[in-house]
Structure formats: C-alpha cells, structure tokens
C-alpha cells in the first residue's frame, strides 16, 4: 500500500475513534432538527466548496430519503440556486450570500446548519449572525478548533482535526448520523 494511502487511512481511522466523544453534541442537534420538523420548520444548511457539497447532501438524505421510505423532511441547502447566490454576490458581496437567504426565508423556529471546516468562512459566520438575530437556532458542523462561528452556535460540533479532508470525511458522517437520529426521533425509521 502507498505511503498516501497508509497514512489517509491512519489518520481517518485515529479520527474517526475519537468521534464519540462528539455524541452528546450531535444528538443536541438531532433534537432541535426534530423539533423543528416537528413543529412544522425547515432546516437551512450552508457551506462553502466541499462543505456545499455536503450541505446539498445531507439536505438531500432529509428531503427525499435516508434509508427507508418515509415522508420528506424540509430542508434546503443554500448553495444550490445559482441565481440567487450570484445576484446576491453581484448586487451586494459574496459575504451576503446565505445570510439574505437566511433573512428571506428563514423563520423563527427553523434550524441553520452551519458547516465550515475552520469556522472562519466570512458568509457562513454571516449566515449564523442572520439566523441569531431572527430566532433561528444554529448548529455548526466545523473542525480546526471552530474558530469564530463556534461562539454563534447553539450547538457546535467541532470535529478534533486540524486536516481538512479528514474534517470533511468527518462531517458527512455526522450528517448521516444526524439524519438516522432525526428518522428515528419522528418515528420514521
């Protein structure tokens, strides 16, 4: 096996056992994403590069399925209408992105989650201060400590890695395990 490889899956696995030491704070977030769907409220996602990605993704696995069949979940990821996120870039900055969408759709009782593997994303951290200021509860998905948009976070989950790809590998599997905690929180798993 290539030394890239032997090390990849080193430093994935040492990561990956020390993730259970985030299991109170992924399943806080579990049950304020419950509450919300519950309480008839979306789940707003947003991130940057792999973490859109993953924001496309997880909100992918709530609105259509996780596992098994069952009834979709609102949610929406902020990265996916091109439109929007260029007008918005265009008319006012790139900052501004997710945080007018915030503003625009959002209501009181929703849930952001916010993912940024350093915490230091200039649009996510502008996303989270929109969500605070309209009563919208903010998770945060980082790592490399959290950095500022830790402190804007109702419930932070701060992935311990300074390596972004093992962050990211990290955070997919957090929202994987967000969604089957939420499945089964509603009773549809």
């Given amino acids: 096996m290539s030394d890239i490889v032997q090390r990849g ?13 985030l299991g109170p704070e992924i399943e806080r977030a579990a049950s304020l994403f419950a509450g919300a ?9 947003c991130g940057n590069g792999g973490s859109a990605a993953d924001s496309q993704h997880i909100a992918a696995e709530m609105a259509g399925r996780f596992v098994k069949d069952r009834r979709p979940l609102a949610a929406v990821a902020l990265s996916t209408d091109t439109s929007t996120m260029t007008c918005i870039a265009n008319d006012y900055t790139f900052d501004e992105v997710f945080s007018r969408q915030v503003m625009g759709l959002g209501v009181r009782g929703d849930c952001l989650l916010a993912i940024s593997t350093s915490g230091k994303s200039r649009n996510v951290i502008r996303a989270a201060e929109a969500a605070r200021a309209a009563q919208i509860q903010v998770v945060g998905l980082l790592g490399k400590g959290g950095g500022p948009l830790r402190e804007l976070c109702d419930v932070p989950i701060v992935v311990p890695s300074q390596i972004t790809a093992r962050i990211q590998e990290a955070h997919i599997f957090i929202g994987h395990t967000l969604c089957a905690l939420v499945e089964e929180s509603l009773g549809l798993a």
């Fill in 9 to 21: 899956l080193q430093e994935h696995l040492a990561l990956f056992h020390s993730l259970s030491s």
């Fill in 37 to 45: 769907l519950e309480n008839g409220r979306k789940l707003m996602l």
